[in-house]
């Protein structure tokens, strides 16, 4: 300055000489301080925000290094592209040796990623069992366990043999499975039937009704939904499930809307068909008291979708989320399919009278590909009847569906929410957008008891550990050039 100017002030006392406004990010105590330090007048703003991979240096470099790189954002929209391109529809019902690729004579699949009979939770070698005794590899429970015990069984993930399967999700070579085919790529993927409520071999229950029930199943109620599905056209799947949308399903926990739509376009087919009064009379029936009927076709239509935008060379779209009531596995488009595992957590959710967080397995099921498809607790906004289920408000659900917008590629238009004035649910959730921003997706999930045979104890809104989409992105940056 000149000498004969008038001094100007310096920035720093022309800054702390007005009240203050801090943004103050990471610990909420630092910008505490700095407001009682400035007085009554300062403003402080916290953000929310950790370091990735909880400051894990590794885990930074990594996810940096996939950021605005164009291999990635390719790879991505190609993945995005194929899903949401994605056509599934009911093709028909089998028994699962007939379409099911790789289901030996002896083996038998399960939910989540790999896991040794050891090593299973007791629901899942509850349902191991009773699907042994089943089969008719053993004649009761005792003899099929030394079976199990003695490598007399191969075990195999579903989702690695194109198929899905709630809770313990085990699929054995006579049970009957939905086959759904992706019509933009002709991919196909299967899922068994639902059993209903209570004690049932998706819980760990493998009691003689239990038994009685999936021979009923197998005999009765899938060749009725065969006959009757080829008298059809093969059924759209995904105008179905936007049209349950829109009457307060979110495909997961919550099909009512989903199960009604599926069984208006089914009655005329089976009424058709030549079927016996008695069998039309105990399929309908069946099916009416249901309500998770659906379930199982919107898993293997979730699958299918998934399915045709998996193998595109680094990308971090998450083609699979899935827990065997031990590990949680996650998958990526780009990751070849490779399983990226961390501890299933417990789920702290609404227990049945009697029961408590104590009494619970480990997250379980391959049900979490709903959310990986974009519905299930993504879609949670549009289907307040859940959210006293699974706890909080519909205030709450809408929160949660909007969250998840801040870690996904972009939307689904073909699956919209009246809620949240039709916009199209979140979908395509990107492992780097999830550790950049913290925000785990978000799983509406039923809870099963840790024993075999109790049953569901209770539901409730879990999160997938982090740990699994850090492990996807370290490989993922391993396998980009410098």
């Not at 053993?138 to 899905?164: I, K």
């Not at 972009?410 to 699956?415: E, S």
């Not at 039923?446 to 569901?456: L, N, T």
Request: glycine share 12%.
């Amino acid at each position: 300055m000149n000498a004969d100017s008038t001094p100007s002030p310096e920035p720093a006392v022309s800054l702390f000489g007005e009240p203050l406004q801090v943004v103050n990010v990471g610990i909420a105590a630092l910008g505490e301080a700095v407001a009682t330090a400035a007085g009554a007048g300062a403003s402080v703003v916290h953000v929310q925000w950790r370091p990735p991979g909880h400051g894990d240096p590794a885990v930074a470099r990594a996810l940096a290094k996939l950021v605005n790189r164009a291999e990635v954002e390719l790879a991505n929209a190609e993945a995005f592209g194929r899903y949401l391109e994605a056509q599934p529809v009911l093709e028909g019902i089998a028994p699962a040796r007939d379409v099911v690729p790789g289901l030996g004579d002896r083996t038998l699949l399960h939910s989540g990623p790999p896991i040794a009979w050891k090593d299973m939770c007791g629901p899942m070698q509850g349902a191991i069992l009773g699907a042994i005794v089943l089969e008719g590899w053993a004649g009761d429970l005792a003899a099929a366990r030394g079976l199990a015990e003695s490598g007399g069984v191969a075990f195999a993930p579903n989702h690695e043999r194109q198929a899905v399967g709630p809770m313990a999700g085990v699929i054995s070579p006579s049970m009957p499975v939905w086959i759904v085919r992706e019509r933009s790529r002709g991919n196909r993927a299967f899922c068994n039937l639902n059993e209903g409520l209570g004690k049932v071999l998706r819980m760990g229950a493998n009691g003689p009704d239990v038994l009685e029930r999936l021979r009923w199943m197998g005999a009765v109620l899938a060749p009725a939904l065969a006959a009757a599905l080829a008298r059809m056209e093969p059924l759209e799947l995904k105008p179905l499930i936007a049209q349950a949308l829109h009457m307060g399903d979110e495909v997961h926990n919550r099909n009512v809307a989903a199960t009604a739509l599926l069984l208006k376009r089914l009655v005329p087919a089976l009424l058709a068909a030549g079927l016996s009064a008695r069998t039309i009379e105990e399929s309908v029936a069946f099916i009416a008291a249901t309500d998770h009927f659906f379930l199982n076709v919107s898993m293997a239509a979730c699958k299918a979708a998934m399915d045709a935008a998996e193998g595109c060379a680094h990308s971090s779209l998450v083609t699979a989320m899935a827990r065997n009531g031990v590990e949680f596995g996650v998958r990526v488009s780009g990751g070849g399919g490779r399983w990226f595992t961390a501890p299933a957590p417990v789920v702290d959710g609404l227990y049945f009278p009697g029961y408590s967080k104590a009494d619970a397995a480990p997250d379980l099921g391959d049900s979490a590909i709903t959310e990986t498809a974009g519905l299930g607790g993504f879609a949670m906004a549009t289907a307040p009847a859940i959210v006293q289920f699974v706890g909080g408000s519909a205030a709450d659900a809408a929160a949660y569906t909007r969250e998840m917008g801040h870690i996904t590629l972009g939307r689904n238009p073909a699956w919209t929410l009246p809620p949240l004035d039709f916009v199209g649910t979140p979908a395509g959730i990107d492992a780097r957008k999830a550790l950049d921003t913290g925000i785990a997706p978000i799983i509406n999930t039923g809870i099963a008891h840790r024993e075999a045979g109790i049953g569901q104890v209770g539901a409730g809104i879990t999160r997938a550990p982090m740990a699994c989409l850090e492990q996807a992105v370290m490989h993922l940056a391993q396998a980009l050039r410098d």
